[in-house]
Structures are given as C-alpha cells and as structure tokens.
C-alpha cells in the first residue's frame, strides 16, 4: 500500500519537530515523491547528514513501502 504525503510530514516533523515540510508526489502513484525539509537540527551538517536524519525519520520505509523521495535540505535563512 502506497504512503501518502500526510503519512511522510508526520513522520519527518516526529523526529524533526522544528521542520517546515513540504510534500510534492511525483508521479501520482503514491510512490515517488519529493520533500523539501527545512530545519534547525540542520544547521552546520553536511547535505548527506541532513539526509540521513530524514531517512532515519522514515523508520525503514524507503526502498519499500516508499519507492523514490527526492530530498531538498537545508536550515532556516
């Protein structure tokens, strides 16, 4: 069963409460997405930390229930 964007932002703003999510689905399949993450947590980590901290958000999910996300990260201006 394919997740759905709401799914995802709750999952993400759980482990990143401060984060600004946004949530766009690709394909329209329920399976290729892509997030733009903005938070605190972020700041002065490298891209593919930031990126490790939003796939530890997702539980395991990608590569399974969540085919394909494509990651925007960065900290607040």
Do not use: W
């Amino acid at each position: 069963m394919p997740m759905q964007p709401v799914e995802i932002e709750a999952l993400i703003k759980s482990a990143l409460p401060d984060a600004q999510v946004t949530i766009e689905d690709l394909a329209g399949d329920g399976d290729h997405y892509a997030a733009r993450v903005v938070s605190e947590s972020f700041r002065g980590l490298s891209r593919v930390k930031q990126h490790q901290l939003v796939y530890a958000a997702l539980q395991g999910r990608m590569g399974g229930v969540l085919h394909a996300l494509a990651l925007q990260t960065s900290a607040p201006e």
